[in-house]
C-alpha cells in the first residue's frame, strides 16, 4: 500500500487498523499522471461504443463507475473509500471527472455484470 504523511485510519473486518492514504491529485506525481491517462481512455468515443456494446447502460453512469475502479485499483484501496473521498474531495471530482458519486452497491453490481458475462464467455 502506498503511505504519505497524511494517513486516514479506517478498520478492516477483522479489525485491524488500515492506513488509508487520502486521494489527493498531484501534479508530476508519475501515479496521478498514470491515472489521468487512464481515466482519459474512458472519454474516448471507442472506449464508450465497446461498453455500450456490451449492454452496459446508461452508459455515462457505467463509465463514472469504471472510473472509481480505475481508482481504487491503482491505489491498492477499497470502492468504498474512493466513493468517501470522492465525497468529501471536489479537487479529486474534478481531477477524475466524476461529479455524480455512485452508491457503492451500484459500483459493485456493475462489476458483478462483467463477472457473470466473462464467466459465460470461459465456459462457452
Known sequence: ??????????????????????????????????????????????????VSKHGVKPLSEAITMLKVVILAMCFETDITFVISELKAKASLGEFTGVHDVPDAKEVYRLLSMFTVAISLWIWC
Open 1 to 50: 500500500m502506498f503511505y504519505s504523511s497524511h494517513l486516514t485510519p479506517s478498520i478492516n473486518h477483522s479489525q485491524k487498523i488500515i492506513i488509508a492514504t487520502p486521494l489527493i491529485p498531484e501534479e508530476g506525481d508519475p501515479r496521478w499522471d498514470f491515472v489521468r491517462n487512464m481515466l482519459r481512455v474512458f472519454e474516448k468515443r471507442k472506449m464508450r461504443k465497446i
